[in-house]
């Protein structure tokens, strides 16, 4: 880490943005003239998402700013968008545009694979619940709202992150996939969730339940990090870091892969207890082989 500055002064400049964001809204609130101050600021209120993009943005900019001129003084802009088409594979070039988005596809059907028991469960769900056929189409396939939480988890904070945590880092580390690396730079990063429970309006969390759900949320954070690292540095050729944003973003979207079902829950008292035990191991198959599907593509 020490030999390399650069990833842990991108670190320090992406999470000092979140944390610059949390003291500009906390100074807003105590200010008499600001007009939404019985709103509680948790991490999921409009007024904050916003915030944190702009803060977020702009530390993301200076980030690359830096490493435009940290790498080579001497480097002009076609030679660093030569190296971020080429060597990282942001964007696709002439000669590798189909290869490029074959890999991209590829990519979204292993996320897809692995969230195959959630797709169908929801599917199922939407199918029970709808009273006509129609309906179930439009609300199914048709019914995508691109809101202020949908920009802030599926396309901000995949593409800032990716940028950030996995492409400087393998930029340092000369694709060398270190476990403690994403401790260090993807992991640690989002403990910032445990400050904005503590400092929670509603007072709902003790400090045991804050580091109980720091410790989990820096174990499985970590282990994406490990994740998305292995699909940059090894399981791609053409497109890296987009396909490390693809991944990211469908994880998500999806959020951890659950083990429950609600598909039937909207018929439950319409079906017998066997059709419910076989749709829960059917539930269960889907669930076992997307994540074996998935993990054994990653680490074999």
Known sequence: ??????????????????????????????????KTQHLKFTRDDPFVIKTRIIFVSISTILTYVYLYYYRDSHMDIKQFVDIMQNQHGLIPTYNNILPF???????????????????????????????????????????????IWFIRSCLFAPITEELIFTLVL??????RVIFMNSVLYFGIAHLHHGYELYVDDSNA????????????????????????????????????????????????YFSFPSITTTGLYFCEHRINKKIKWGYEIVHKAFLLFGLYIFLSYIFW
């Open 205 to 252: 969390y003790s400090l045991m339940n804050i580091t109980i759900s720091c410790l989990v949320q820096l174990i499985y954070t970590s282990l994406f990090g490990h994740i998305s690292n292995v699909i940059y540095s090894q399981k791609s050729q053409y497109s890296k870091i987009v396909n490390s944003i693809i991944i990211h973003s469908i994880c998500n």
């Open 1 to 34: 880490m020490i030999d390399h500055p650069r990833s842990l002064i991108s670190s320090i400049i992406y999470v000092g943005a979140i944390y610059l964001s949390n003291l500009f809204i906390h100074r807003l609130k105590k200010s008499n003239s600001f």
């Open 170 to 175: 393998q930029e340092d580390y000369n694709n």
């Open 101 to 147: 988005f074959k890999e991209v596809f590829s990519f979204i059907s292993l996320g897809m694979i692995l969230y195959s028991s959630e797709i169908i469960d929801r599917i199922i769900g939407n199918y029970v619940s709808s009273k006509t056929t129609k309906s179930f189409i439009k609300s199914t396939f048709f019914k995508y709202e691109c809101d």
